[in-house]
């Protein structure tokens, strides 16, 4: 829902397109990088392509995560407002832009290590050195 609001806003000119690239980009990564942890979790040697059938996974917001979604709705309101009311954009608007573009760059991190792909990497690499 947010991702295609601000995309509808960033056509519109009112949010900035590099904010709405950042929070469509992280949406997208976050459901693609789901699909590939958890059925590639279980890929074995055995199979020439993963199955793709019963997706059962859970994914549990973080703090920043809550966090990120109360800026990227703040931002979407505060936007509308001002668009609305005709008010020029100022620093309270481009300050609360940066703020969300970091908070979602720092909650897609924080999912992308949670998901335990660096040590999962680490561990491969590893296992293709020692047998080596």
Do not use: C, H
């Not at 020029?88 to 999912?111: C, K, Q, R």
Request: proline share 3%; charged share 15%.
């Amino acid at each position: 829902l947010v991702s295609v609001v601000a995309v509808s806003l960033g056509l519109k000119d009112i949010l900035p397109v590099s904010l709405v690239g950042v929070m469509f980009t992280r949406d997208l990564l976050l459901i693609g990088g789901s699909v590939v942890v958890t059925r590639f979790a279980d890929f074995s040697k055995d199979q020439k392509m993963p199955q793709f059938q019963d997706l059962n996974f859970e994914v549990k917001p973080s703090l920043i995560s809550k966090a990120n979604t109360t800026l990227q709705f703040s931002t979407l309101w505060a936007a509308l407002a001002f668009k609305a009311f005709e008010i020029e954009p100022n620093l309270f608007l481009n300050g609360l832009f940066y703020a969300t573009g970091s908070a979602t760059v720092i909650s897609g991190f924080s999912y992308f290590y949670k998901s335990g792909i660096i040590n999962k990497s680490k561990r491969r690499i590893a296992l293709k050195i020692s047998s080596s």
